[in-house]
Nanobody, 123 residues
Framework: QLQLVESGGGLVQPGGSLRLSCAAS????????IGWFRQVPGKEREGVSC????????DYVDSVKGRFTITRDNAKNTVYLQMNSLKPEDTAVYYC????????????????WGQGTQVTVSS
């Protein structure tokens, strides 16, 4: 069974850092592009970052450029989102998603989704 599991969320003060992990089971991530998305109640799911299957291409929404970094470790079947200089507006449930054919920041591109992890940035 193909499954994605996010972890690493939590409560952090403004200016702090978190590293989210997206671990795959039941399939190998090597051939999948991965996207990170976030959602707050009442708003649409927003694409935050994505990485191609090779890791050679990445993209970020403007609001996180220079603060977030997406990487992948195919040997560990895991993709990471390093989040630095966190702001209260980064508070959301963060989801990872995978797709073998498509890549980008639009949530409709991805067929496989994790259950999400809560990130709260507050003093």
């Amino acid at each position: 069974q193909l499954q994605l599991v996010e972890s690493g969320g939590g409560l952090v003060q403004p200016g702090g850092s978190l590293r989210l992990s997206c671990a795959a089971s039941g399939f190998t991530l090597d051939y999948y592009a991965i996207g990170w998305f976030r959602q707050v109640p009442g708003k649409e799911r927003e694409g935050v970052s994505c990485i191609s299957s090779s890791g050679g291409s990445t993209d970020y929404v403007d609001s996180v450029k220079g603060r977030f970094t997406i990487t992948r470790d195919n040997a560990k079947n895991t993709v990471y989102l390093q989040m630095n200089s966190l702001k209260p507006e980064d508070t959301a449930v963060y989801y990872c998603a995978a797709d073998p054919f498509r890549y980008g920041l639009k949530y409709g591109l991805y067929d496989y989704w994790g259950q999400g992890t809560q990130v709260t940035v507050s003093s």
